[in-house]
């Protein structure tokens, strides 16, 4: 059990890091949020989610054993979150405000302020740290649902474009520490969430590698947008054309140019006519 504590705590720190990491990759779209002072029509949906992870874990790891690492890295996310939103309220539009506020009272008010009471006034002991337990890890595992979203996405497309794969990366890492050190500290409600964490992230680099060379020959497809610029292309030329027949004479006018010749080469033999007859007559 010695062996078990410190090997436990460097997980759990490495989690720490590795987790403070993903939770700062938004970070480059809040700045350009903040620079062009519009939120530019993305959701706040992950966020307010996010939020309400934070919240949980937090609340649960109150009341857990010696869960001073969890309550460190959820506290950092709580506080990163409360500022991704805020940044991204004051910059949203009026529509995107109101869906914000629902939201944030829906999940993070209403939502946990039920569980709160609930675990506060009619649990007691082990058995609210149980329950709270079970809410974390079946919030968890709905959470590593989500990306089954974008794997069908990149199947569908046949590319890795909508799938950072550094991201990727890091949330395989962190679930691997996060298992480790639940699994190590006898904390289940931690290490199993992980676990699909890790599938779902190995699936993801997976798919990176199957789909990474192929997109390559999605980007020569330009010769598919080549064919639409043929189109415009062939359609500006038949505007050209029709501009060209428009200052050109008009086939009409080529008619018109043929009569005025036959009727100059029809006048020529008559004026030959009247010279030779004026010359008999002198």
Request: aromatic share 14%.
């Amino acid at each position: 059990m010695a062996l078990h504590l410190p090997w436990g705590f460097i997980f759990g720190l490495l989690g720490n890091v590795l987790s403070c990491m993903v939770c700062l990759a938004p970070a480059p779209t809040f700045y350009q949020i903040f620079k062009k002072k519009t939120s530019e029509g993305f959701q706040s949906l992950p966020y307010v989610i996010a939020l309400l992870s934070a919240m949980l874990w937090l609340f649960y790891a109150v009341f857990a054993k010696d869960a001073t690492l969890l309550i460190t890295v959820n506290s950092f996310t709580f506080l990163l979150e409360i500022a991704y939103l805020t940044l991204y309220f004051f910059y949203a539009t009026k529509k995107d405000k109101i869906l914000t506020t629902k939201l944030v009272f829906l999940f993070n008010v209403l939502g946990f302020g039920s569980i709160s009471i609930v675990a506060m006034f009619i649990l007691h002991g082990n058995q609210r740290v149980n329950v709270l337990g079970w809410i974390c890890m079946i919030f968890a595992l709905s959470v590593f649902v989500a990306p089954l979203a974008i794997v069908r996405k990149v199947i569908k497309t046949k590319s890795v474009e909508f799938m950072p794969i550094s991201l990727s990366f890091f949330l395989t890492l962190s679930a691997v520490m996060w298992f480790l050190y639940g699994f190590l500290r006898k904390d289940y409600y931690v290490a199993i969430p992980n676990v699909l964490g890790f599938i779902f992230g190995m699936l993801q680099m997976l798919l990176y590698a199957i789909y990474r060379k192929p997109r390559k020959s999605l980007e020569k497809p330009t010769l598919g947008e080549s064919s639409e610029h043929v189109i415009d292309v062939s359609k500006l030329g038949a505007n050209t054309c029709c501009e060209l027949n428009t200052e050109v004479a008009a086939p009409k006018n080529e008619n018109d140019h043929e009569e005025v010749d036959d009727n100059h080469v029809k006048e020529q033999p008559k004026k030959i006519n009247e010279d030779k007859d004026l010359s008999d007559t002198v």
